[in-house]
């Protein structure tokens, strides 16, 4: 027997409506028309009968009641003999039927440019404004450096351009930026390949062009199509084209970004720079915190000044000629950059100064060099170089880079032990590089950074140096790894969720090892000296380290280069002069090697000791203050005419040659 529908009134009333409305246009009418005619005919009857005034006649009674349903209905409901009422009811139709249209059609527009406006799809009409062309983590630390930038600004933009909802792109810039202040934030949507689409954000009237590298292996290949694109729709115009920073995180695509770019592009590797940083930063704690002082807008920052007073004279007089900037290089007319030039060296008439300052209009003459004490200058020698022994956890593409930039500084004897999850064909291959290097040995070792066992065997107090780098691990093993949170013993753990971003999965890997790692630092009383690689500035924030501690956030750190370099393009070759092996860095050297410890002394005197060492001395780090916040113990160009009294553990910050 088959099974009765127990369906109450309201369900069955919605069915039937379901499938009246899906009959289509004309019985939709239809119907609407009799449901109209079932309502407004008994009413005007009601009306009509109710009316004192109404005719005494029926004939009388019902011609009212056509009226009164003709001027509801708006078909005029005029009395006459039948033709005149047909021909009435046919205009009255007619023009109902067109204005109804043109209420259609004007509404279907208005809602489509609504929707186009929703949709991101319109173009932007804007001058001497910044395009950020496509979306990734890097996005939210580029819109607020470019936000600091431009706040001394009336009036000024930056539009994005990806393919993602032009909403919820805004909802996600406003969320995480917190204050735009002067600055419009236009976002449109639109594939970053596409030479029409690419118009949307007017990049031909853009002061600079910012490509961001997206997440995953086809990010560089993304890179390159979109330059590409750039240049089929905003073609190199000469003077005043706009500046075009890009980034690529392979070194091994890093010439066809550039030769993508054109001569006038600029191309940084995510991969050589943070190398470079890592490397430096192990073997000089600290110097990290330098490089986030500089490279941001906040702070200090590099800035060119004029000559003015200097020409003629010697770039070591130019050292003491400012008291609140420090002079570290030259800007030519050909706009090539000398860091770091020889004290004797003449500037130019042609010649900028470039200085360290607080803003662009801080850098202003003033000498110092009446306050320098020659007392209290000390004439070191150089110290000699000690063997170390240093730890490499985790493995990804860019540890055969810092393996070999470990090779060209270290001292003869120096060890290297390298942990890393699983046989890599890539650690086969550098062993292969590090073998011509007498002055690195590299032992390989199979073994879970995040597994506390691995860790205990290891005797991690007794290393010099420690260099924590986001492990890219098997996609077998993805799961599991995390586990190892819990602890040594046999008591089962559940796994994290499942991450798919390679780079996040690498940063969770990174704190759980971090964590054992502060877990045997405490043990030993030991502060570790560590140097570690992260993805996402926000996992830096939950990094169980000591306030200080050194970490080179790739993503952060990109970001804040090709800001940099948008606001003022000669800062590309001071950047690359500044993170390649054979050029000028940045140094943290004992301060007892250039004056007297334990004695007040004006810095000009430690910048005078440093020039005399062929050094540009601008700033110092505290020991004492080295775990107190916000900044650590890092004075980045304080006044020359301030006094300071240096300890035997207290470091000077200068820009030698590596």
């Known amino acids: 027997m088959a099974q009765q529908h127990t369906t109450s009134l309201r369900l069955r009333l919605r069915y039937r409506f379901d499938h009246l409305v899906s009959g289509g246009t004309t019985a939709l009418i239809g119907w609407l028309a009799l449901a109209c005619l079932a309502v407004v005919v008994p ?43 047909l021909a009435s009811v046919s205009l009255a139709l007619v023009a109902l039927l067109f204005v109804s249209t043109l209420v259609s059609l004007i509404t279907t527009g208005i809602n489509r440019r609504i929707m186009s406006l929703r949709l991101g799809h319109s173009t932007v009409l804007e001058t001497r404004h910044t395009v950020v062309l496509g979306w990734s983590d890097q996005v939210f630390p580029v819109i607020g450096e470019l936000v600091a930038a431009n706040a001394n600004q009336r009036r000024s933009a930056i539009a994005v351009l990806a393919p993602q909802d032009k909403v919820w792109m805004e909802d996600e810039i406003s969320t995480r930026v917190s204050d735009s202040g002067r600055t419009r934030i236009i976002c449109r949507n639109g594939s970053t390949t596409d030479p029409a689409e690419l118009c949307r954000v007017s990049p031909r009237t853009a002061k600079a062009v910012l490509v961001l590298p997206p997440t995953g292996d086809t990010g560089d290949a993304h890179v390159v199509k979109t330059l590409l694109a750039l240049d089929a729709a905003a073609p190199g115009s000469g003077e005043g084209e706009a500046v075009v920073v890009a980034a690529v995180r392979d070194s091994r695509n890093h010439r066809t970004a550039r030769l993508a770019a054109g001569p006038t592009g600029h191309v940084l590797c995510v991969d050589d720079i943070v190398a470079r940083l890592l490397v430096s930063t ?64 003449a500037i130019g008439p042609a010649d900028r100064i470039i ?37 490499l956890l985790g493995w990804n593409r860019r540890a055969p880079l810092v393996i070999e930039q470990l090779g060209q500084y270290v001292s003869p004897g120096t060890t290297l032990d390298v942990v890393a ?164 860095e940045f140094h943290l050297k004992p301060a007892a090697d250039y004056v007297r410890a334990g004695h007040e002394v004006s810095f000009a005197t430690a910048v005078e000791s440093a020039r005399r060492r062929r050094e540009c001395a601008v700033g110092y780090r505290l020991r004492a203050r080295s775990a107190t916040g916000p900044d650590y113990g890092v004075r980045i160009n304080p006044d020359k005419r301030r006094r300071v009294r240096f300890s035997e553990e207290d470091w000077l910050i200068v820009l030698a040659e590596s």
Not at 359 to 388: K, L
Not at 539 to 545: E, I, M
């Open 43 to 85: 009413a005007s009857m009601v009306l009509v009968w109710s009316d004192r005034a109404a005719p005494a006649t029926l004939s009388g009674r019902l011609t009212a009641v056509w009226a009164s349903v003709g001027q509801t209905l708006k078909i005029g409901g005029a009395v006459g003999s039948p033709l005149y009422v």
């Open 282 to 345: 192990a073997r000089q704690p600290g110097l990290s915190l330098i490089y986030s002082e500089l490279l941001d807008f906040e702070g200090d920052e590099f800035y060119p000044v004029a000559a003015e007073g200097l020409v003629g004279r010697t770039f070591g007089e130019a050292l003491l000629s400012f008291a609140t900037s420090s002079a570290v290089g030259l800007l030519h007319t050909d706009g090539s950059v000398t860091l770091n030039p020889d004290p004797r060296a």
């Open 355 to 391: 200085v360290i300052s607080q803003d662009d209009d801080t850098g202003v003459r003033a000498d110092v060099a009446s306050h320098v004490e020659e007392d209290a200058i000390v004439t070191a020698g150089p110290r000699i170089a000690q063997a170390e022994r240093l730890l």
């Open 421 to 584: 999850l699983g046989e890599y064909a890539a650690t086969r291959g550098t062993r292969a590089v590090t073998a011509e290097r007498s002055r690195l040995e590299v032992s390989f070792h199979d073994g879970d950074i995040t597994d506390p066992l691995t860790l205990a065997k290891l005797d991690v107090p007794s290393y010099d140096s420690l260099i924590v780098i986001g492990e890219t691990e098997p996609a077998a093993s993805a799961s599991a790894s995390v586990s190892a949170c819990g602890s040594a013993s046999d008591t089962p753990v559940a796994p994290l969720a499942p991450v798919t971003d390679p780079d996040a999965r690498a940063d969770d890997r990174t704190l759980v090892t971090l964590l054992h790692l502060r877990a045997i630092g405490d043990a030993a009383q030991r502060e570790l000296a560590l140097t570690t690689e992260m993805s996402d500035d926000g996992n830096r924030l939950l990094a169980p380290a000591r306030g200080g501690a050194d970490f080179i956030v790739s993503g952060r750190l990109i970001s804040l280069l090709m800001t940099q370099i948008s606001e003022s393009p000669y800062l590309a070759e001071v950047f690359e002069e500044l993170f390649k092996a054979e050029g000028h």
